[in-house]
Every structure is written in C-alpha cells, then in structure tokens.
C-alpha cells in the first residue's frame, strides 16, 4: 500500500480531538480466533457457527454449543494480541484525545494489548450467566463447577442451565453498553472501522450514526463492506499489516 492514503488517515486522526475505534472478528483472526463466517476447521467443520450461537441451539441442544464455546475459549485463550491489537492500544496511549475502542469481539486480546477505554458490545466470552436470568439480566456466575464428563453446569441460584454471557443471534445488547457506543459514535470526529462485516445489527449502524452526525469515516478490511460507501478513507488490507504502520507514521 502506498503511504498516501495511510498519511491521510493519519492526518484526520492526528486532528481529531474524539475518536471511536470500532472493531470485529477481523481484527482477532490474525490471532487464531476464528470468524464467525469463515469455514471452521476439524470436529466443528461441519457445523455453521450462526446456527450455533442462538438462544434456540442451546434450547435444542445445549451439550453442543456449551462444547462449541469450550473449544472457543481455549482458543481464545491460548490466543496472543497480534500487531494490530498492539498498535490500536498504543493509539489510545499515544493520543492527546479521547480514544474509545467498541468491539463486538467476546475475547480480551484488546485489554491484554494494552487498551484500557473499551465497550464490549456481545459479552465476554470467559464469563458465564444463568439462561433463565433468574436474577435478572444478566445473572452473572462467577464460579462453577464443571462436571469431569463437560456437561453444561447449573446455576446456584435456580438450578437452570448456564451459558457463556455472550450476545446471541436475536439477542438484545447489554442496554448501558449499547447506550454508550450510540453516544460515543454521535459525539466523535473520526470513527476507525476495523475488521468488521458491517453485517450485524446494531453495531453495523454506528458508522452511518458517526457519519451522519459529521465525523470522518476510516475503514481497514480487505474486503468491501456496507460500510466502505461512507467510508472517506478505505484502507485495503489486513490490520495487523496496516495499523502498525498508521502508528509508525503517527510517531514519526
Ligand atoms: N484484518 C482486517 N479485517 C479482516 C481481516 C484482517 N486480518 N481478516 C478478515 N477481515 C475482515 C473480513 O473481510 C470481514 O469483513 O473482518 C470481517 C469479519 O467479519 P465477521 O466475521 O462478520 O465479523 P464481525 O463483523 O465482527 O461480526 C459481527 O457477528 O459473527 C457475529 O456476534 C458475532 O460479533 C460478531 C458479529
């Protein structure tokens, strides 16, 4: 890629005073998580992960999605933060603005790179609820215990199945973090798209919400999204190979 439109990117954010970094599955894939619409590889190849994450697959069978998400977050956790992840962080360090990460990644290579101002839009994967929110939404679980044969385990409190706290296909997001992004996207002057489809709702329309209230679009994917339209800046690539050099130029 040519240092052109890099420098120009470089340039709105370096003039920016509110900036909202918004990221997807993309950004963890050069870390060994895999997307959600990508083929899966091994045991899980057959099955299509958008069938698997929803409320109605655990009800029909809560023994292979609780065995899906055990695999993801060994995953995840044998995962390390990759460049891109580093590079967004020191962003945030970086910048005498205010520099807000919303991803709607269930992993933590965000926080574990170094970024400390971050809204998670679809949960954490490492944390378990109650599926019946017997307590309310959510029924947080901190501790279980795990049969030696991996069943799903029970809530303490109602004795219900647990699941990961994860937003599922057809789930509504967690109301303050959804709350704040919205506020945050409103509020920017440039809004940094990374490594998302742009195909999910709501966080597919925070862009057009940022763009529409005067902020300046960027976009890093190799891919063209919904999102590349109102995108001023396009940045075709990965962003484990593009977002360290924005920061090389930002700090030269
Ligand atoms: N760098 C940047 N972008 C990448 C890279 C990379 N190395 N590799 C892939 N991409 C792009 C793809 O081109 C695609 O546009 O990342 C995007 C990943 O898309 P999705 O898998 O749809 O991920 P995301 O947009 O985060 O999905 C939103 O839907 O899958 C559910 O709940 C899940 O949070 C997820 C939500």
Redesign the pocket.
Known sequence: MSQQPIQYAVDLIRTARNIVILT????S??SGVP???EAMHGLWAKYD?QQL?TPYAFRANPQLVWDWYEWRRGLVREAQPNA?HIALAHLEHLHSGNVLTIT???DDLHERAGTRSIIHL?GNIAQNKCFEACQGEPTQIDTIDLDDDGRPPHCPHCGGLVRPDV?WFGESLPVQAINQAIEASQFCDVMLV???????NP?AQLPKLAAQNGATVIE????T?PITPIAKVKLNG???DLLPQMIAVLEA
């Open positions: 997807g599955a993309g950004v894939k050069e997307t959600f619409r992960p994450a891109g709607q990644n269930v679809h937003v990374v490594g998302t489809s742009g195909l999910v966080a890093i994917n190799p891919d999204t990965t962003s484990g």
